[in-house]
């Protein structure tokens, strides 16, 4: 079994910034694709960021300028620094891992619980 846990979630005010992590468990020896996404209350999940084993980035283009995602493979670890943070980044982020090996075999997809962020003053 694998398991995202995110953190870092949290309240703050426009234009303040947070950091946020989520930690992959579960006998894993590599993860293809980490990434975010968001939703907000109403709304369908949307990418935030993705980043490939090989450091391959890929941002939605609200986020572009004022969000930074890196990845730590030997930890199986991706960040999501977020500075400028507006109201509307206000939403539920949630952690995703893909094209995961473990040693019990192949997982294609998996997601976190998500941790709420809300941007309000």
């Known amino acids: 079994q694998v398991q995202l846990v995110e953190s870092g979630g949290g309240l703050v005010q426009p234009g303040g910034s947070l950091r946020l992590s989520c930690a992959a468990s579960?006998?894993?020896?590599?993860?293809?694709?980490m990434g975010w996404y968001r939703q907000a209350p109403g709304k369908q999940r949307d990418l935030v960021a993705t980043i490939s084993s090989g450091g391959r980035i890929n941002y939605a283009d609200p986020v572009k300028g004022r969000f930074t995602i890196s990845r730590d493979n030997a930890k199986s670890t991706v960040y999501l620094q977020m500075n400028s943070l507006k109201p509307e980044d206000t939403a539920v982020y949630y952690c995703?891992?893909?094209?995961?090996?473990?040693?019990?075999?192949?997982?294609?997809?998996?997601w976190g619980q998500g941790t709420q962020v809300t941007v309000s003053s």
């Open positions: 995703n891992a893909e094209g995961i090996q473990t040693r019990s075999g192949p997982v294609r997809s998996t």
């Open positions: 579960g006998m894993i020896f590599s993860i293809s694709t």
